[in-house]
């Protein structure tokens, strides 16, 4: 058939960028005609208001939405996403995984004198160790859509300049934190793409 035709897992769904990229996204779809299911993970889908409003004006026969609980820290939570699209897609596999949850923390270390060791681990959790092992449990999947159209399949983990490790503007120091936990998803990133190409 005409237009898009794919299978999308987003986290942080709910709101800020992972609910504009569904919402972008569910556009697109609508204008060419195509079709889509959009597999939207939050933490707390009962309180994901603006997702539940966007769902309830753009839900059709070609537009399908599943709302999953997912705090990507729980071992729980990522193995019961893994589950159900694994059951779901069993034909199609999933075309797009977006690790957009994350957390910026609300103390950021000055310096290394200031780091404390639990928001170290925290933020790493968060925005490096849960996403990376969601896209280990969905990696079967990301390959049976890969050989079905492989230029239509993708792993996107969004990032910082904060992570970058050149960038003149962000040699600076501080947030040790948070700017090596988005490193590290750099480096994933990185090390994904020259294992699967």
Not at 123 to 150: D, E, H, M, S, V
Not at 164 to 169: A, E, F, I, K, M
């Amino acid at each position: 058939s005409s237009g898009i035709n794919a299978e999308y897992g987003v986290t942080g769904a709910n709101r800020g960028l992972g609910f504009e990229f569904v919402k972008q996204c569910v556009t697109a779809t609508q204008e060419s005609g195509g079709r889509a299911h959009y597999f939207c993970c939050c933490r707390n889908p009962d309180t994901a208001d603006q997702l539940h409003q966007l769902i309830k004006s753009t839900s059709s026969d070609k537009i399908r939405f599943s709302v999953l609980k997912l705090d990507v820290t729980s071992a729980e939570d990522r193995a019961a996403v893994v589950s159900y699209c694994t059951e779901t897609l069993q034909q199609t596999g999933l075309n797009l995984l977006v690790n957009n949850a994350g957390i910026m923390p609300h103390y950021c270390s000055e310096g290394l004198e200031t780091l404390q060791g639990s928001e170290l681990h925290r933020t790493f959790q968060n925005n490096f160790t849960g996403p990376t092992l969601l896209t280990q449990g969905l990696l079967p999947l990301i390959r049976r859509a890969a050989t079905i159209n492989p230029r239509k399949t993708k792993i996107l983990s969004i990032s910082s300049k904060s992570g970058s490790v050149g960038h003149p503007r962000f040699m600076i120091g501080g947030a040790y934190d948070y700017r090596c936990s988005k490193v590290a998803i750099n480096r994933t990133a990185r090390n994904l793409a020259a294992q699967l190409g």
